[in-house]
């Protein structure tokens, strides 16, 4: 099992960045595949960045190149690094991992079975 906890989150403007983190312990991180979620009060978690145990990465279309995953196997660490944040982008932030995801479920919740408590983004115009 893994246990996974976030931090970074935080306010800024639009237009600013910010850099998640997910720190990974119990099992190693690099038997897992894993990915980053965000979810708003009333709406489905929604998949938004995912790294495989290859380094293979997928990113929701939305997202436009803006944001970018990274993994550390070394430190057990999950990276999100945002850039131009939007005012849509304000939302919890969720990591997750899964000792092995199919590619059509990389960025969708069901195929996930590991999770962290969530790390508050908010993102003002």
């Known amino acids: 099992q893994v246990q996974l906890v976030e931090s970074g989150g935080g306010s800024v403007q639009s237009g600013g960045s910010l850099r998640l983190s997910c720190a990974a312990s119990?099992?190693?991180?690099?038997?897992?595949?894993v990915a980053w979620f965000r979810q708003i009060p009333g709406k489905e978690r929604e998949g938004i960045a995912a790294?495989?145990?290859?380094?293979?990465?997928e990113y929701a279309e939305s997202l436009a190149g803006r944001f970018i995953i990274s993994r550390d196997n070394a430190k057990n660490m999950l990276f999100l690094q945002m850039n131009n944040l939007k005012s849509e982008d304000t939302a919890m932030y969720f990591c997750?991992?899964?000792?092995?995801?199919?590619?059509?479920?990389?960025?969708?919740?069901?195929?996930?079975?590991?999770w962290g408590q969530g790390t508050q983004v908010t993102v003002s115009s």
């Open positions: 997750a991992a899964v000792g092995y995801v199919a590619r059509w479920s990389r960025l969708k919740r069901a195929g996930y079975m590991y």
């Open positions: 119990g099992d190693p991180l690099s038997r897992y595949a």
């Open positions: 790294i495989d145990t290859d380094g293979v990465t």
